[in-house]
């Protein structure tokens, strides 16, 4: 240990005796000053009104408030001009969170819900769906509206109760209609008729009584395109859906063939997002994402594509073990609605 000088003595008093905004001079060297100078201007130019908004918003909301200055600037880039000349102003970014209902009794047994009734969502299901509602948290959630059958209204019942929302039932949102095939085994329709695997492979020619994806994009893109011109909807309008009605709203605003809108993969409980700029062309921001490690796994091929055996029946596997998503099965949609 290294001896005190007696000038340290002296030092030492006459730092004590300084305020504490002038003793800390003593121990800054000048290349510390120098480093943290841009700092020290950059913080003196913020306003206190602009320090308390950024303390108190969240991740989730300056993410977002980003996404809309980005739309914004790419607009813009793609020679976009701004609705009066002598002034610039920001366009209005409205949001999309597109949501599919959680697991239901029928993701598990495989069987094609189609419009029925008293489909409910299984345990697996309110998990998913509490799930998405924690990651929605940070967003400022104007809408909740939802399709009124079982499985969607009840995830847009567990989303909605952290905001103190009403959930708008909209019947333009419900699943295909599958007449005939409504109820059954995708195994045993597989089977038992061929209309279903040319239906598969050709979802715009249905057979008589099917809801073909022209008929099902028509009435899911009314409903959008309403709610996009309500002005009690809000910026953030989260829709609660099925497999079929979400991947025809993605191809509708992405230019994708309805033929190839089988092949978007839509989990349960996921989340996609379309960003619609004032004046512009619609964004893309997010597809099946979820909290669920395995989002990115891809589907296993479709029961219709397999040899038929006993072993068709049985729930989708991984690794040994039931899958917690619902077993892929060859409907139109890729999955089960």
Request: zero cysteines; hydrophobic letters at 45%.
């Amino acid at each position: 240990m290294a001896e005190q000088t007696p000038a340290d003595g002296p030092r030492r008093r006459a730092v004590v005796g300084l305020p504490a905004w002038r003793a800390w001079h003593l121990y800054i060297s000048p290349q510390a000053l120098r480093t943290a100078w841009p700092w020290l201007v950059i913080r003196a130019r913020l306003l206190p009104g602009d320090l308390r908004r950024l303390r108190g918003a969240t991740l989730a909301q300056r993410f977002m408030e980003q996404q809309n200055e980005n739309a914004a600037h790419q607009a813009q880039a793609n020679g976009a001009q701004p609705s009066d000349a002598g002034e610039r102003k920001r366009a209005r970014v409205q949001r999309f969170l597109l949501v599919r209902h959680g697991q239901s009794t029928f993701n598990v047994e495989g069987r094609l819900p189609s419009q029925l009734p008293n489909v409910p969502l299984t345990d697996e299901g309110r998990r998913q769906a509490h799930q998405a509602a924690v990651a929605l948290a940070g967003l400022n959630l104007s809408a909740i509206v939802s399709s009124p059958l079982e499985r969607a209204r009840a995830t847009a019942e567990i989303i909605a109760r952290g905001w103190g929302l009403p959930v708008r039932e909209e019947p333009r949102l419900m699943d295909t209609e599958m007449g005939r095939w409504a109820g059954r085994k995708i195994s045993e329709v597989s089977k038992d008729d061929p209309l279903w695997l040319a239906f598969v492979e050709k979802p715009t020619e249905p057979p008589e009584g099917i809801e073909g994806f022209e008929q099902v994009r028509q009435r899911v893109v009314a409903a959008i395109e309403d709610l996009r011109a309500d002005p009690t909807a809000g910026d953030d309008v989260v829709v609660v859906a099925h497999a079929d009605v979400i991947k025809l709203i993605i191809a509708h605003y992405t230019g994708v063939p309805l033929d190839g809108a089988r092949f978007i993969v839509v989990g349960n409980a996921s989340i996609s997002a379309l960003a619609f700029t004032e004046g512009h062309q619609p964004a893309l921001m997010a597809v099946n994402w979820t909290m669920a490690p395995h989002w990115l796994v891809a589907p296993a091929p479709p029961a219709a594509a397999a040899e038929a055996s006993p072993e068709s029946d049985k729930l989708a596997q991984r690794d040994g073990h039931p899958t917690t998503e619902e077993p892929e099965t060859g409907a139109p949609s890729g999955v089960i609605m």
